[in-house]
C-alpha cells in the first residue's frame, strides 16, 4: 500500500492547478457482460435498451498461471517487476475484511527469512531500489524498481519478499496499527474526497464483496490473526492468479529466473470468489456526518459497460468531454469551477478511478469485474451542495439530450490521440496496460482505443452515450457537517438559489434558472445518515 | 510594523549565470547533455533532449512564490496568480488556450511553492510551436475581467478546503507563524484563510503582481524531449524576444536571529495520530556552500528509513507509526526537522528523548561514516531513477534551477551531496541543531489515533 524505499525529489508544499493527488483506493476489474459484437456492419442504431436491473458477474480473462509479458527496453538503465496477482479485498473473508491488503504490506515490508525488516531497508536504501505493494478490490500488484548495477541482489530481495516471508509478529503488530490508523484516521478523518469515494463504493455495492474498504473495516482489522495472514498468503498469492510484468534492460536469463523462483509460489489456492449480480438500484443517498468546512460529493451507478464492449470507447470520449480528471477542458470543470467557481474542480469517470500519484492518469491493474460510472464534485461550501450536485447533473443530463457539438467532440478526440500516450510513458504503466489487457480480453487496448477514437463521429458518441448514461440510475454519497440538514434537503428539494459575488454572463443565469430546481433522482425513503467515526466499523 | 529588508535579487545575482549559450555535457549527476541560451532580455532557455519520440515537456519557471507576498494581507497571491495565469489574452482570450491545449493533448498544469511557480505542459511535439506562441503570449499579455479574477478565487477557496481536514495544512500554518516572526516564509503557499477569502477585492494587486514578476529575467524555460532545437529556438526568439519587462528590486524582510528555544501546540478537534516535530532554523540553499547537500544527507542519516531512530522507534519499540525529515532546498534560510506521527500520546516523552539523544551524539562527534555513503548511494541511484520520463526530467531540472537560480543546479547540487563527509555533518549539527536555535510543535489530537 505504500512504497517502500524511494527516493527523488520532494517537490514539497507545491500547489497545482487542477488538484495535487488525493490518493484513494479501491477498484478490481470488470468484465465485458455486454456482446462482443464487433460494429462490424454498422448495425441501425440499436436505441437505449431497457436499463437492466442488475449487473452480472461476467469473468474476467484467466490468463495461464505465471504468464509472463515482456516490454524490453534495453536503452533503460532500470529493471521494473510488475507482479499481479488476480485477488483483492473481494478474497477478504467475512469478519476479517483488510485482510488481503494487510497481508501484502506484511510480504512488503516486514522482512525475509534471512532479512528482518530493518535489514530489508538496509538492503534496499543503497540502491534506491523500490519495493512496493498495492491492493485494490479484485488485485494486488508487488512492483519493484531497481538500477541494473543491482538486478542481482535486488532480484534475490524481491523473489524472496514473496517466497521467503518472514511474518514476524512484531511487523504484523505494527501494519495492523497502522491500517487501522488509516481507517480510524485516514479515511474518516482527514480526507473528506476519499471518504466520500469510498461511501459511494459502499452504497453502490451495498452487500457485495467490494463494498468495504479495501484497507479494511475496524473490527475486521482488529480480529485478524498472524495466523490468518500466514494462510491467506499461501491461499491468495499463487501461481494461477500471477502474471510478472518485466520491463527494462530485460534478457532471456532473468526471464527464465523470475519465473523458475516464482513456480516455488503454490500452484493453487482458494476457490475463486464469485461476484454477485449488483442490482443497479438508483435514487440512494448516503450523507456521511462529520466536523469539515465544506460538502464533498461523488456520485455514480453500476452499468453492464466495461472495457471490451464496444461502447466503451464513445462513453469514455464523452465522459473525458464532461469531464476529464484534473485537466481544465470538461464541462464540468468549466461550468461549475470556471464560471460559477463553486470549488477546486469537477469531473467524470467510465470506469473506476483511481489517481496514480504524481500523475492525472488512472491506475492500472485495478480492474473489476463489475464497473461503475461516477461523476465527482471537489468540495464546495455546504450552502452550495445541493446546487453544486444540481449543476452536474444538469450538465449531464445536457449531454444525453443534446449530445456533444461537432467541434468539442473534435477537440475531445484530438485531446485524447494525444493524452492517451501520455499514460503509457512508463515501463511500470505500460506493463500495467499490457497486463490489464490480459484479463479484460482488450489487446493493446491504448492503440484500439485510438484506432476507436479515429472512426468515431458525434453521431455515433452521442448514440453510445443515449444507450449508456443513465442520469436518473445515479446514487450519492455526501461528507458534510449538518448532515441531518442536508439530508432534509435531499428529501424535500427545496430550490437551491446561488448568489455571486461577480457579475455573470445572461446565459449561465439561464442555466442556473433551470438548476437551482432540477429534480435530484433521490428518493426519500432512501436517505440515510451515518456519522464518520462508525463508518467501516465493521 | 517595524522591518528590516534584504535585497531579494542579491540572491539571483550571487550565483553565476550563464554565458549567452552554452552547452554543457552529460555528468554522472544530469546524465544528459544540456543546451542553455540567455535571450537578451534576460530569458533563460534551457534544452535537453531525450528520448521521449513524438514527446515534449515544456516547462516555464518563475522565481516568484509565497515567498515574494511582502505585503499584509496578500498571503497565497502567488499561488492565486499561477490560477490566473489561464485565464487568456487579448490574442487567446479564456478558453482559446483550452483549444490549443485539447487539439493536441497535452497535459497542461501548474504548481506554486514557496519559492517559485512552474508551468509544466507535456504532450506532442507536433504541438510545440503553437505552444510556444501561447505560452509565450500570456506571459507578456496577460489579461482578465475582474468578474474572471473574482470567480477563481473561489476555486482557491475550494483548493484550502480540499486540504483542510488534513492536519498538515495546519501544521504548516503554525510551524511557519511560530518560526518566521518576520520572513515571509512565516505564511504558507495558499495563504491564510481569512486572505484568501479577501482575494476577490485585489484585483488592482494583481495586476501589479504580474508587471512586478511575471518578467523575462526571472523567468527560465526549459524543454525536454524530441524536438528540434533551431526550430524551437527561432520559435522562442520571435515569440518570447519582445518581451521586455524588467524586475524591481523588490525586498523581502529578513528574519531576525532565534535567540531561545520556541514551542507551539496545536489541540486538533478530530482524530488523528499525535504528532511531535524538531524544526531548527538553517541557512539558505546556494550553490556556493555545502548547507543543502548536508541537509540533504542529515535527514536521511538522523530519521531516514535506516537511520538507529527508525529502527527504534518505529520498528522495534513502535513508539511512532512514521518518523521523516523534514527538508527542501529553499532561497533564503528555512528549516531543517525531525517529525514523528507518534503512535499514541503517551510516547511523546520517549520520543522527544530520543530524537534528543541521537543529535547530541552526532554533536558531540560520533558519526557512522557507512551510513553516509549508504545516503549518498540512495540520492545517486535515487536521481537516476526519478528521470523516466521527459516531464519527470524536466520538473527536476525546474524545480532546482528554479531554486538556485541556475540551470545546471541540478547536478552541481547532488555533485555536492555526493561530496558530504561525515565530518560536515557534525559541524552542521554543532551549529545549527541547537536547543536555542529549535523550535518544538506538539499536536494532540481530541481522539488519539487507535483510541477511537
Known amino acids: 500500500m505504500r512504497p517502500l524505499v524511494s527516493r527523488s525529489l520532494a517537490l514539497c508544499a507545491a500547489l497545482c492547478l487542477g488538484g495535487c493527488a488525493t490518493t484513494s483506493q479501491t477498484a478490481p476489474a470488470p468484465e465485458a457482460p455486454p456482446p462482443q459484437a464487433e460494429q462490424a456492419q454498422a448495425p441501425a442504431e440499436p436505441q437505449a435498451p431497457a436499463a437492466p436491473t442488475s449487473v452480472p458477474a461476467a469473468p474476467l480473462e484467466r490468463p495461464e498461471p505465471l504468464r509472463l509479458v515482456v516490454q524490453a527496453n534495453p536503452a533503460s538503465p532500470i529493471v521494473s517487476f510488475r507482479l499481479v496477482f488476480h485477488t483483492g479485498s473481494v478474497d477478504d473473508p467475512k469478519g476479517k475484511e483488510g485482510l488481503t491488503s494487510l497481508t501484502a504490506d506484511l510480504l512488503a515490508e516486514g522482512g525475509t527469512q534471512s532479512l528482518t525488516s530493518a535489514q530489508l531497508l538496509e538492503a534496499l536504501f543503497p540502491m534506491a531500489a523500490e519495493l512496493s505493494s498495492s491492493t485494490d478490490k479484485e488485485f494486488t500488484v508487488f512492483a519493484g524498481r531497481v538500477h541494473k548495477d543491482h538486478l542481482p541482489r535486488f532480484l534475490d530481495i524481491f523473489t524472496d519478499v514473496l517466497l521467503e516471508p518472514r511474518f514476524s509478529p512484531q511487523e504484523f503488530e505494527r501494519l495492523r496499527a497502522r491500517a487501522l490508523s488509516d481507517v480510524r484516521n485516514g479515511l474518516r478523518s482527514e480526507n473528506d474526497e476519499l471518504l466520500g469515494k469510498v461511501a459511494l463504493d459502499a452504497l453502490l455495492y451495498q452487500g457485495h464483496p467490494y463494498a468495504h474498504f479495501v484497507g479494511g473495516t475496524e473490527k475486521g482489522l482488529e480480529s485478524i490473526t498472524l495466523e490468518d495472514v500466514k494462510a491467506h498468503a499461501a491461499r491468495v498469492f499463487t501461481q494461477d492468479r500471477l502474471v510478472i510484468g518485466l520491463a527494462g534492460p530485460v534478457d532471456e536469463a532473468l526471464q527464465k529466473t523470475v519465473v523458475s523462483r516464482l513456480s516455488e509460489l503454490p500452484a493453487s489456492g482458494a476457490p475463486r470468489v464469485e461476484l454477485p449480480p449488483v442490482p443497479t438500484t438508483g435514487g440512494r443517498a448516503l450523507v456521511v456526518q462529520k466536523p469539515t468546512l465544506s460538502t464533498a460529493v461523488s456520485m455514480g451507478y453500476v452499468t453492464p459497460l466495461r472495457r471490451g464492449d464496444p461502447d466503451f470507447f464513445p462513453v469514455s470520449l464523452a465522459l473525458s468531454y464532461l469531464g476529464e480528471h484534473r485537466q481544465s477542458s470538461g464541462v464540468l470543470f468549466n461550468e461549475l469551477r470556471e464560471k460559477r467557481g463553486l470549488n477546486y474542480g469537477d469531473y467524470a469517470y467510465a470506469e473506476h478511478f483511481i489517481e496514480q500519484p504524481g500523475t492525472t492518469y488512472n491506475r492500472t491493474n485495478i480492474a473489476r469485474t463489475q464497473q461503475h460510472i461516477s461523476v465527482w464534485i471537489r468540495p464546495v461550501v455546504p450552502a452550495n451542495g445541493v446546487f453544486a450536485t444540481r449543476g452536474a447533473l444538469y450538465f449531464l443530463d445536457r449531454l444525453v439530450k443534446q449530445g456533444i457539438p461537432q467541434e468539442k467532440f473534435e477537440l475531445s478526440r484530438g485531446f485524447l490521440l494525444g493524452y492517451t500516450r501520455l499514460w503509457e510513458q512508463t515501463d511500470q504503466r505500460r506493463l500495467g496496460y499490457a497486463i490489464d489487457s490480459l484479463f479484460y480480453g482488450t489487446p493493446g487496448f491504448l492503440e484500439e482505443y485510438r484506432a476507436a477514437l479515429a472512426k468515431m463521429t458525434p453521431e455515433s458518441v452521442n448514440a453510445a452515450v443515449r444507450r449508456q448514461l443513465r442520469p436518473e440510475a445515479l446514487n450519492f454519497a455526501f461528507v458534510t457537517q449538518d448532515a441531518q440538514e442536508f439530508a432534509k434537503n435531499l428529501e424535500e428539494q427545496p430550490p437551491s438559489p446561488i448568489t455571486y459575488a461577480s457579475a455573470k454572463a445572461p446565459a449561465l443565469l439561464e442555466d442556473d434558472k433551470a438548476i437551482i430546481t432540477w429534480p435530484l433522482p433521490i428518493r426519500a425513503d432512501a436517505i440515510q445518515v451515518v456519522p464518520a467515526q462508525s463508518f467501516m466499523e465493521k | ?452
Open chain 2, 1 to 452: 510594523m517595524q522591518r528590516r529588508f534584504i535585497p531579494l535579487l542579491l540572491l539571483l545575482l550571487g550565483v553565476a549565470l550563464p554565458a549567452a549559450a552554452a552547452e554543457l555535457a552529460a555528468s554522472p549527476f544530469f546524465p544528459y547533455p544540456m543546451k542553455v541560451d540567455r535571450l537578451p532580455n534576460g530569458l533563460t532557455v534551457v534544452r535537453v533532449p531525450f528520448n521521449s519520440p513524438g514527446l515534449i515537456a515544456y516547462q516555464t519557471v518563475v522565481r516568484v512564490g509565497s515567498r515574494n507576498e511582502v505585503e499584509a494581507g496578500k498571503t497565497g497571491f502567488a499561488h492565486f496568480f499561477e490560477h490566473m495565469m489561464f485565464k487568456g489574452t487579448k490574442n487567446f482570450p479564456e478558453g482559446e488556450r483550452e483549444k490549443v491545449i485539447s487539439t493536441y493533448g497535452f497535459d497542461d498544469n501548474a504548481f506554486t511553492s514557496d519559492d517559485l511557480t512552474v508551468y509544466h505542459s507535456y504532450g506532442p511535439t507536433a504541438g510545440l510551436e503553437k505552444l510556444v506562441e501561447i505560452e509565450a503570449d500570456r506571459f507578456r499579455n496577460l489579461e482578465y475581467s475582474e468578474p474572471s479574477f473574482q470567480t477563481e478565487a473561489l476555486a482557491v477557496l475550494g483548493e484550502y478546503h480540499k486540504s483542510a481536514a488534513q492536519p498538515y495544512l495546519k501544521i504548516e500554518e503554525e510551524l511557519g507563524r511560530t518560526i518566521f516572526t518576520k520572513h515571509t516564509y512565516g505564511h504558507t503557499t495558499i495563504g491564510h484563510y481569512a486572505d484568501i477569502k479577501a482575494m476577490p477585492q485585489a484585483y488592482q494587486y494583481s495586476r501589479t503582481f504580474f508587471e512586478r514578476w511575471y518578467t523575462p529575467d526571472n523567468v527560465i524555460l526549459v524543454v525536454v524531449g524530441d524536438f528540434n532545437d533551431d526550430t524551437l529556438m527561432q520559435a522562442v526568439r520571435k515569440h518570447y524576444g519582445p518581451w521586455d519587462r524588467k524586475s524591481p528590486t523588490i525586498t523581502v524582510p529578513a528574519e531576525p536571529p532565534q535567540t531561545k528555544e520556541r514551542s507551539v501546540h496545536i489541540d486538533w478537534p478530530q482524530s488523528t495520530q499525535p504528532r511531535h516535530i524538531f524544526a531548527w532554523r538553517t541557512p539558505a540553499s546556494r550553490l556556493d556552500t555545502a548547507n543543502a547537500a548536508i541537509q540533504t544527507v542529515l535527514a536521511d542519516y538522523l530519521v531516514g528509513p535506516t537511520s538507529p531512530l527508525y529502527k527504534e522507534l518505529v520498528l522495534d519499540k513502535q513508539l511512532a507509526q512514521e518518523l521523516y525529515g523534514d527538508f527542501s532546498i529553499h532561497r533564503d534560510p528555512h528549516l531543517f526537522g525531525l517529525v514523528a506521527v507518534l503512535q499514541e500520546e503517551g510516547n511523546r516523552a520517549a520520543v522527544r528523548d530520543a530524537f534528543n539523544a541521537a543529535v547530541r551524539e552526532l554533536a558531540t562527534g560520533k558519526v557512522d561514516a557507512s551510513r553516509v555513503e549508504a545516503i549518498k548511494s540512495n540520492t545517486r541511484y535515487g536521481l537516476l531513477m526519478g528521470m523516466e520520463t521527459a516531464k519527470s526530467v524536466a520538473t527536476q531540472l525546474s524545480y532546482f534551477a528554479g531554486i538556485f537560480g541556475t540551470p545546471d543546479a541540478l547536478a552541481v547540487h547532488y555533485q555536492k551531496v555526493s561530496e558530504v563527509k561525515p565530518g560536515d555533518l557534525i559541524t552542521f549539527a554543532k551549529k545549527y541543531l541547537t536547543a536555542a536555535n529549535r523550535t518544538q510543535l506538539t499536536l494532540t489530537p481530541k481522539k488519539a489515533g487507535g483510541q477511537n
